[in-house]
């Protein structure tokens, strides 16, 4: 049997997977169902010290990905002693995730969460529903005051919340460690609109918000990525997991631990449990000992653009038919380089520039390429 333990800066969780800060967590009881699911910890809904009470609406789906323009929890901080009590009563780990914008105000609430029993602290940098705390969550130095006074005024561990918006992720990671910061998560949700009804000329949410479920997956497995490959702070992923596999693909990335948040909204906390009892499986199929094993394994097959070589590759067939009436590889070569007789493709060798494309597009993968 796979070890599933994950020690995540000091914290001693049954499993790699926590559950990320959001409404399914805006209390006491919400935030013991996703311990009671399986989850190795769980994070709070983001408390500040000016709770308001929230727009409406606020969360808009469109089958791939949600928008939100939920602004943390309405449970002002003393209210939290209580929830944390009730939470806390499932018997696991609950981390409190706290926003401000100056570092004291941060350190205020920290230690008020610590107080309550919290065992560690996430910092929510950033809220992409409003662009002023993009711009500090972007400021390296502004990153370095805040994780500073929030560490010299607890004794927990303190992880902060990075954006994608940033346009130097890793100088800010870099930047909590430097400030005694015990990791970084990454990624909070990203600035976007949704959709425009084009009848009624509405954009879905009546201001921007931030972004999140399985669409945001390929940026936040890029921002984890980096931060792995330019720092050695300890990275919780998260954006998009929806699945085993994505944790997976988040931990092979250099990830110790992972995050999921709309997965858990849409699909309830049932998703959690499944994910975990999957990933144990899949470790146990593939011989691994220690689900940490998986750490940083897909790293060592990412070189920068200036590594690649220009190799010789072109796409070819393993022979099987093609799906019945199937002729995307075809219509897509924007090279004219694919051929198809009867049920059989075939790429045109001095057309093909091994692009790649018609590989990924096969709905049966009977392409590949050939060096
Ligand atoms: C409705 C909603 C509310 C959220 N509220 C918070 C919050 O209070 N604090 C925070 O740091 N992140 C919040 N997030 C962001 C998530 O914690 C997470 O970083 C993001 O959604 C990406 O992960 P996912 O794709 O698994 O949802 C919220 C996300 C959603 C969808």
């Known amino acids: 049997m796979t070890n599933m333990l994950t020690d995540f800066v000091g914290l001693k969780m049954k499993n790699p997977f926590i559950i990320a800060a959001g409404p399914w967590n805006r209390d006491g009881s919400s935030t013991k169902k996703g311990l009671l699911a399986g989850a190795g910890a769980v994070i709070?809904?983001?408390?500040?010290?000016?709770?308001?009470?929230?727009?409406?609406?606020?969360?808009?789906?469109?089958?791939?990905?949600?928008?939100?323009?939920?602004?943390?929890?309405?449970?002002?901080?003393?209210?939290?002693?209580?929830?944390?009590?009730?939470?806390?009563?499932?018997?696991?780990?609950?981390?409190?995730?706290?926003?401000?914008?100056?570092?004291?105000?941060?350190a205020y609430l920290a230690s008020k969460m610590e107080k309550f029993g919290a065992d560690a602290i996430e910092i929510s940098v950033s809220n992409p529903a409003k662009e002023g705390l993009e711009v500090l969550a972007s400021n390296p130095d502004v990153i370095f005051d805040m994780t500073r006074e929030v560490v010299s005024n607890v004794r927990i561990p303190v992880i902060v919340k990075l954006s994608q918006n940033s346009t130097n992720i890793s100088r800010v990671a870099k930047a909590v460690q430097k400030a005694g910061g015990s990791a970084v998560s990454a990624i909070n949700s990203v600035r976007c609109i949704l959709g425009v009804d084009i009848e009624k000329a509405e954009p879905s949410l009546p201001t921007y918000g931030g972004y999140s479920g399985v669409p945001i997956r390929p940026l936040g497995l890029a921002s984890v990525a980096t931060i792995a490959q330019t720092s050695d702070i300890p990275i919780c992923g998260v954006g998009g997991i929806d699945n085993f596999r994505n944790a997976v693909e988040y931990m092979m990335l250099g990830a110790s631990a992972v995050q999921v948040g709309t997965a858990v909204m849409i699909h309830g906390f049932e998703r959690i449990t499944e994910m975990v009892e999957q990933l144990e499986e899949w470790c146990d199929s593939h011989g691994i000992s220690d689900v940490q094993e998986i750490r940083g394994k897909a790293l060592k097959n990412l070189k920068s653009f200036?590594?690649?070589?220009?190799?010789?590759?072109?796409?070819?067939?393993?022979g099987r038919p093609c799906r019945e009436g199937c002729n995307e590889c075809v219509r897509s070569c924007v090279y004219n380089a694919i051929e198809k007789t009867g049920n059989e493709v075939k790429a045109i060798g001095d057309r093909c520039t091994g692009c790649g494309l018609c590989t990924s597009l096969c709905p049966i993968k009977k392409l590949h390429m050939k060096w």
């Open 44 to 106: 709070t809904e983001t408390i500040v010290s000016d709770a308001m009470l929230d727009v409406r609406p606020r969360i808009a789906y469109n089958g791939f990905g949600a928008q939100n323009i939920r602004l943390y929890s309405d449970i002002q901080v003393e209210g939290w002693e209580h929830e944390m009590d009730i939470a806390k009563s499932a018997g696991g780990i609950v981390i409190a995730s706290v926003s401000a914008h100056t570092p004291s105000e941060l």
């Open 306 to 318: 200036d590594e690649m070589k220009i190799e010789p590759a072109i796409s070819i067939s393993d």
